[in-house]
């Protein structure tokens, strides 16, 4: 490639990913401004906070992030370092949850979780700017602006974060609480990376690492509120339970990996023991030490019998039994087509290759749209068991424990793409996460659905037209307009079929079209993983619509 042509492709990249960046930044404008109606001074201050945030996120673009990663070992190679989205995810999830969300008990359980993203997204943004600078002459006066804005910007979060965290709260304890949560997921930050080299951008890393963060503060709050009531509360705790057991299984299951990590890292076991019964053995005193931890604390708290719970939202009504039937026989169904269809795929029938991978999303949409619109609380559950499994599944590939390993890495590998640089194979995980952080989020709306509808249908649609018919691609990408295109119609006609089987006119399908254009841009823009940022993004303009 000649000089003119490498300076054009630079120029063109950096346009797009300035321009995606604008995605984000008005998003959580909006969704700021939409937060702050009526006005009060807790949600003014939290407007003023979001809107710097958007406004610094842009100036991080434009002067640091068009880049490459600065440390190319560490993170996912092929891909900007996604610090834009690493500030402003997290935030415009949860906001778009409150927004969504009606007033009463879940909308004042959420005020603590907006006040902590917006501290961690301050606090991320002044880390990622001041260690992007530098030992330039203005070294000392950048680095005295940025953690003066961080200061004013943890300030005015913690004034507005006093209420949340309880009465007896002070601006110095907020304060207080901010910092200590913001080194928190610092710190889960570099474990990820450590642990899990060039698996992840730094931006994808920071999601999860603040996800995580919000969901053990949750959970700890949840114990505080235990402990301080002499009483169970047995009507808050039973609409509650969900949320409970979701948090105690993401939580547990960290652990454990992280644990099984550190065990496998001392080389106790050989080779052929891992793959024996000793290795089964580990396995399973690791993950069921932290599942027993899991459900004793749930027990505690909730005072409610989880396991009891549990087969009740299972089998509790014939609606719920007929979708477990249903998904029972469409997983056999397709388990047969697979093994039909099972060989080793060459160069030239790359494209079925691509069918075979996008015939998972799907297979996830005729399996969580009848889920989501006759079942719901049992969709909500079976997220949080697919994500055991599949936890379970990679730590026995990842970590060559049971005798199973190698059949489930010779599996795995059939489908994997530049993007599983690193130890795990991530591609299950983010098609997983993308179709259920809605549903975890979301209310009854359509917005809930925006992983399986985005994922399931529009990217499919796209990347099968585009590898057919595409011809015009957008500079700088291997994504092509016409891919773009299809992913838009097949969202707005998912969209409409999914609100005819609910019984719902929504707000009219010209807002439904401006969602499906935006959404279809940033799947093609995005140097990020689609399957992360597009149904989150999604999720959020839809709970944005008026």
Known sequence: ???????????????????????????????????????????????????????????????????????????RPGADDGAVWGSLLVPISVLATSVGAEAGMEAIRLHPA??????????????????????????????????MLWLACTVAVGYAGKSAFGDAFGLTQAIAVLLIV???????????????????????????????????????????????????????????????????????????????ARVMATGILGKRARRGIPGLTVLGSVLGGFGVLALALVSYISQINPIRWILATAFGSAAHIAVLAYWVALLAVA???????QGDVSESTKF???????????????????????????????????????????????????????????????FI???????????????????????????????????????????????????????????GTTKTVEGTVAFCLSLLAAIGVVLRLKGDVGVGWYWYAQVSVVVGVLEAWTEQNDNLVVPLCMYALMQALP
């Open 114 to 147: 907006i006040v902590l993203s917006l501290g961690m997204s301050a606090t991320f943004t002044a880390h990622y700017q001041w260690s992007r600078i530098g030992k330039t002459a203005l070294y000392a006066e950048a680095s005295c602006f940025i953690w």
């Open 182 to 260: 913001s080194v928190a997921q610092h710190m889960w930050r570099n474990e990820i990376l450590r642990s899990l080299p060039r698996s992840f951008t730094m931006g994808e890393a920071a999601v999860f690492a603040q996800g995580l963060t919000l969901a053990a503060v949750d959970f700890a709050i949840q114990v505080g509120y235990r402990l301080r009531s002499d009483e169970s509360d047995s009507a808050y705790w039973e609409s509650n339970m969900h949320v409970l057991c979701l948090e105690a299984v993401v939580l547990g299951l960290w652990m454990a990996g992280s644990v099984l």
């Open 417 to 475: 793409d530049y993007r599983d640089a690193g130890p795990v194979v991530t591609a299950h995980f983010y098609l997983l996460l993308g179709c259920a952080l809605p549903v975890w989020l979301g209310h009854d709306s359509v917005a809930s659905l925006a992983g399986v509808l985005s994922l399931g249908v529009a990217d499919t649609a796209a990347s099968l037209v585009g590898m057919k018919l595409g011809r015009a691609r957008w500079p």
């Open 335 to 341: 388990g047969a087509i697979y093994a039909v269809a």
């Open 1 to 75: 490639m000649t000089g003119d042509n490498c300076g054009s492709a630079s120029r063109h990249r950096r346009q797009r990913l300035f321009y995606e960046a604008c995605i984000p930044a008005l998003l959580l404008t909006l969704l700021a401004c939409r937060y702050g109606v009526p006005p009060s001074s807790n949600s003014t201050v939290l407007c003023a906070v979001a809107l710097a945030l958007s406004l610094s996120s842009l100036v991080l673009r434009l002067v640091w992030s068009s880049k490459d990663s600065i440390q190319p070992h560490v993170y």
């Open 352 to 414: 079925m290759l691509h069918v075979k991978r996008k015939s998972y999303h799907v297979l996830a949409a005729l399996m969580f749209v009848p889920g989501w619109v006759y079942a719901r609380p049992l969709l909500y559950m079976s997220f949080a068991v697919a994500a055991a499994g599949f936890v379970v599944a990679e730590c026995m590939r990842a970590l060559d424990l049971g005798p199973c390993s190698t059949s489930i890495d010779g599996f795995m590998r059939r």
